[in-house]
């Protein structure tokens, strides 16, 4: 698929003299993956130019021989352009020091037949907070690779963070695999790669073995006082002099994430890819205490210490499977900082999130991937039964990766440079308007030819708008109209209202007159290897009420004017 060009640098070493070869410099066509940032946005660049990851995530159990060709259809079928595949640290180093690349391998080689890129999952210390991942050897020697203890002196289902050998063991293996992606993948099929998976413990809020209790009375470190805003505390103030409530969570969430660095670390010195954490989420809008969800993890309350103690982490990212909207939206913007990039790794595949892609896209997402979307775990379809069925779980994340696959690098590309916006509809809320310089995108769901948007029967618009250029925009969308008004006063920006003014034309009152919106061009097109095809322009029924936005995928470029 890709050639490997070797360029043999020549030198000259003075006149008279034999040329001399300089070790022939190897140089791949690819540079590796990396994340930029301008102005607080990132992208992530592939081949040199911002890419969006179009995910999918297969089932815990899915990367062996035997259940992969369970997962390329479904990848297919959901036009993904990106798998996100664990790597098992019990199958990577079977006995210790030896280590197993047969199924890394394996992976590799059946992306590239699909050409699809991948983002491996590094589950080694933590999976869902516990050890099950570790390999039998250390299993088999819990003094060692020993567990976090809860107040009540039990040894609980999690890795302690205070375990040096586990530490040192998972550096190893993960420096292992690092060092074989840096041999094996001039390719960049890997993207990038999760250290870890959804780091911390449940059930107990922080280790209480001796040891950890003897840091805990000790001085806060200086780096998480200034990470959390506390520099005025008094010198040598322990965990909960400064932090109070939240001390034992901080002090767990300091401990993981030192771990997780020096882990990430001797990967990254192996082959920098980019590498991130996914996190367990808390409630975003309620605060827990006591604490119900995973601590020690990247959760939205730590994040500053995570920064802080693992710089070789690139990014925190939610795996958001929070149902209620508001929740929802909260974590992509807490996720979304200007010291993080917004990248959505885990998330539910359903009919009502998948417009959520859109609100990711909004803040910039380099990527989103809902959770388990091969086929091992669908019942097989029955003789008579519709085949679709089998593809329900699939279908809402289908529809969305099949609009935006085609065109992902201009969406990638236009969202690096500030110009794009887009939103999902929200309960309550039928029209949405977003804003760019001298016009007004407004958004309306659930809107017939005519009369006042009601939103949809469940909430499922969603619509993405870009400027193109002056008066030039590029629309797409489910589910929803959009149209243009032209800025006005403040109050008219936020108004709910599409069409203000005399006539049945979004309007706006400026300098004291009636400025209209008309459309100059509206053309439907579709994307061919990233470039824009014209396809017809539509005028009269299509585009007299606004831009209508069906369940099909579409695409338009518009030209606006005013009268
Ligand atoms: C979040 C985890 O990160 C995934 O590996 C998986 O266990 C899902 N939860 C739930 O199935």
Known sequence: MKVLLIIAVLLASGAGMALQTAAPAPMTEYPIPRLVQQDGRYALLVDGAPYLMLGAQSNN???????????????????????????????????????????VDT??????????????????????????????????????????????GEYVDSPSPFATASREADKRAFAALMQHLKEADSERTVLMVQVENETGTWGTVRDYSPEAN?????????????????????????????????????????????YVEQVAASGKAAYPL???????????LKPETPVTYESGGPTDNVIPI?????????????DIYLAGTAQYLKVLELYHRPNNALFVPETSGSVRSARFFFSA?????????PFGLDYTRVPPVMPGEVEASKNAFLDPTAQNYELIGPMMREVARLNYEGKLQATSEMEDEPIQTLHFGGWDAVVSHGVGRKGPAKGNPEPIGRALVAELGENR???TGFFCHVDFRPAGTAQQRESGQIVVGTGQIPSAEIDGRWVH?????????????????????????????????TSQPEVLRVSLATY
């Open 61 to 103: 159990s899915s990367d062996w021989p035997a259940t992969l060709p369970e997962v390329w259809p479904a990848i297919e079928y959901l036009h993904a352009n990106t798998l996100e595949t664990p790597i098992y640290w019990e199958q990577f180093e079977p006995k210790e020091g030896q280590f197993d690349y047969s199924e």
């Open 107 to 152: 992976v590799l080689a059946q992306a590239r037949a699909h050409h699809v890129h991948l983002v491996l999952l590094w589950f080694g210390t933590w999976k869902n907070g516990s050890q099950h991942y570790m390999p039998e050897w250390m299993k088999l020697d819990p003094q060692r690779y020993f567990h976090v203890m809860n107040k009540e």
């Open 214 to 258: 003897k840091l805990f009375e000790g001085p806060v470190p200086a780096e998480v006082l200034k990470a959390m805003g506390k520099t005025s505390a008094t010198a040598g103030a322990n965990w909960e002099q400064v932090f109070g409530p939240e001390a034992e969570v901080y002090f767990h969430a300091w401990a993981v994430s030192r």
């Open 274 to 284: 980019p590498l991130y954490c996914n996190a367990a989420l808390r409630d975003p």
């Open 306 to 318: 995570w920064k802080a103690e693992a710089p070789a982490i690139d990014l925190l990212a939610p």
């Open 361 to 369: 896209l909004g803040l910039q997402a380099i990527g989103y991937s």
């Open 473 to 475: 925009f590029l629309v």
């Open 517 to 549: 919106r008309q459309f100059l061009r509206v053309e439907e097109g579709e994307y061919e290897d990233g470039a824009f095809k014209f396809l017809r322009i539509l005028n009269g029924d299509q585009t007299d009420y606004g831009l209508p936005f």
